[in-house]
């Protein structure tokens, strides 16, 4: 079955621990991103890559960081969280159509 | 500038009426892509439709359809037949050019009464 997995799917941590959120896809995608959504804001873009090694910045990439040295992985980087990150943040995958597609999500919350 | 706006934070319907959820948006770009996605109590995102910008015909997928009026630059989402699995939230969002990111609206929460 094609898709998006990321582990875990709820976290509570504490400032300043970092954390990694998982992030893989079965498609042989190029594209991935990471978006976070919160109230009254909608889902904005953190990360994107367009293939192995190409990641670049989206529309809030302050405190995160990725990688992308597999295909398949796009891992989501908090080396110190902070309350503002608690969010719930969705991967998504694409190829070079245009059907996107998310992940199950990951609620966040920093204490 | 909002770049994509649900102008209805929520709306209520009955079951099996069809229900029109509005998005209009804003682009310069000539190649863009329009979609939707709905999004349950559950919290996952499911894609619903997509609609090119050169797309001539309506794009429909089961009982979704997009009717998009380009000149208006908007591209309302047509649910016909609604059933109470249908209560969600739904979002617009748009691809603009050789844009890697989906812009999204604030969403409309549709809840469908028995």
């Known amino acids: 079955e094609a898709q998006v997995t990321q582990n875990p799917r709820y976290l509570i941590t504490v400032t300043g621990k970092k954390l990694t959120v998982t992030c893989s896809q079965n498609?042989?995608?190029?594209?991935m991103s990471w978006y976070r959504q919160d109230p009254g804001l909608g889902l904005r873009q953190i990360y994107y890559?367009?293939?192995?090694?190409?990641?670049d910045k989206g529309d809030v990439p302050e405190g995160y960081k990725v990688s992308r040295k597999e295909k398949r992985n796009f891992p989501l980087i908090l080396e110190s969280p902070s309350p503002n990150q608690t969010s719930l943040y969705f991967c998504?995958?694409?190829?070079?159509?245009?059907?996107?597609?998310f992940g199950p999500g990951t609620r966040l919350t920093v204490l | 500038a909002q770049k994509i706006t649900q102008t209805q934070p929520g709306m209520f319907v009955q079951e099996k009426e069809a229900v029109t959820l509005d998005c209009t948006y804003d682009?310069?770009?000539?190649?863009?892509?329009l979609f939707w996605y709905k999004q349950p109590s559950s919290g996952e995102m499911i894609f619903l439709i997509y609609?090119?910008?050169?797309?001539?015909q309506n794009a429909t997928e089961g009982r979704y359809s997009l009717n998009f009026q380009k000149a208006r630059k908007s591209a309302n989402l047509v649910i016909s037949a609604s059933q109470l699995g249908d209560s969600a939230m739904y979002f617009c969002?748009?691809?603009?050019?050789?844009?890697?990111?989906?812009?999204f609206g604030q969403g409309t929460r549709l809840t469908i009464n028995p």
């Open positions: 998504a995958s694409r190829d070079r159509l245009n059907e996107q597609f």
């Open positions: 890559s367009m293939n192995v090694e190409v990641t």
């Open positions: 682009t310069s770009d000539q190649s863009y892509g």
């Open positions: 969002a748009m691809r603009e050019g050789r844009a890697q990111k989906l812009v």
């Open positions: 498609m042989n995608h190029e594209y």
């Open positions: 609609q090119g910008s050169y797309d001539e």
